[in-house]
């Protein structure tokens, strides 16, 4: 999450030359869309000379180099923009290595060797990376924070481990997979100032837990910003606001938030806000809107093409196959008022969508109550729109000023807060939600009870997409 950083300053120094960093991580933003580089891990104090073991370059390039204007260790050729999925990412030091097996790096499972600067061979040590010495996860010195998710991350002082020490193929979809926390806690010796960030304890997310107990060595982590725990994980993934479907002409649009806080175009006449990473085309499917401070009205529902109504400009529900419920009461369809007098909702107001893509239809909540009496609204069948999808999005009805949103799809918060007291998952166990995805049960839905899903990997594979 941006302005997130986990901090230590190790009480006595362990090695900078031979250690092996893995991490689990998830984009929000593309780094040359957001504000310059984001750092993974550095080690230094502020405004000191720093070691920046890991970085994503203004043009998505991996990058490690050392110290202020020092040496430049590398720089990929290939580009990590995706924000869809999460990449493993290993990166191992070993100074008594030959040539440019001195750093390695693998990138989910796979060994990277093609760099657009290579200065591998010259690698003697890191500086400060585990040194009696502040080291950050996820941020710089005092800013190029990672906007993002970060799971599973370890740090072995001492000793150089290959990618499959962490991770492995799936011998059924060959997907890169992470293994156990178990698995690498009996694969890695984590030496003086290593560690296993699991983030399981949501209390405490800095929690070393080289042991499961966490009896014996614990190298914690302290959480500074408003980090959060969340649902997504490598194994199963959420969708996001897709960076993917930005308006050409309006660089003013704003996504933040680990991807699920966003403000509509801000220009007169202009209304897009936003579209998912995930299109979804059977299956009955669950999530969550709420505006926030700076509401001029908004316009909550599916895109069939959120590309053509990012490029021109068009609030969600005005293009054929889409829909929306607005903030004026308002059920819109292909530019026209299909219903009206369904309730007004402002800033704090949290809209429940209900997408039920084996009979055709949408239904919408306002804090939790069903409107229209829990008629539903008859969509196209997604095989016959645009592309055969519907992508869950938002937008503006107002033009000038934009809009605030902040999005659950399950991942258990709304922009920075977390949900608290009574929550609700869907019928497979899947995220945290507000309120109910499937109305507690109740035959709410066209005088019918069903079961609406968090869209995730895990339902997805098994109930549809």
Known sequence: M?????????????????????????????????????????????????????????????GCYQGTGGQQWYTTTAKYSDIN???????????????????KLWINGVQETVFTTDNRSSFTNCQDINQNAQNRWGSGATANYFDGYMAQLCMADGTAYAASTFGETDSTTGEWKPKSDGDVRSAVTFGTNGYLLTFENASYPGYDYQSSDRSGTTNDW??????????????NNFPEISMDYMPYDDPSIYIDEAGLYVQSQTSASTYFGGAATMGLSKGKWYWETKGYTGWNGGAIGVFS???????????????????SYRSDGQVESNNTTQDSGMGTYADGDVIGTYLDLDNNKIYWAKNGTIINSGTGWTITAAASTTHGFYFPGQADIAGSG????????????????????????????????????????????????????????????????
């Open 402 to 465: 934009g809009s605030f949103f902040g999005l659950n799809f399950g991942n258990g918060w709304f922009k920075v807060t977390k949900l608290t007291g009574t929550t609700y998952s869907d019928a497979q166990g899947q995220g945290i939600f507000k309120y109910s995805p499937n109305d507690g049960g109740a035959s709410s839905f066209d005088s019918t009870a069903k079961d609406f899903l968090a869209i995730c990997t895990k339902n997805l594979k098994s109930y549809g997409g």
């Open 305 to 323: 093409d959120p590309q053509n109504s990012a490029d021109n400009d068009r609030t969600c529900g005005y293009n054929t196959y889409d829909w």
């Open 85 to 103: 999925g999460w990449y493993h990412i290993v990166n191992t030091f070993d100074s008594t290595a030959s040539g440019s097996d001195k750093i």
């Open 222 to 235: 302290t959480l500074v910003g408003d980090g959060l725990q969340s649902q997504d994980n490598p194994s």
């Open 2 to 62: 941006a302005s997130t950083y986990f901090t230590r300053t190790p009480g006595s120094s362990g090695s900078n030359s031979t250690f092996t960093i893995s991490v689990w991580l998830k984009k929000a933003g593309a780094s040359g869309t957001a504000s310059g580089s984001q750092i993974l891990l550095t080690g230094g104090t502020d405004g000191g000379s720093q070691s920046n073991v890991i970085y994503f370059d203004t043009s998505n390039r991996l």
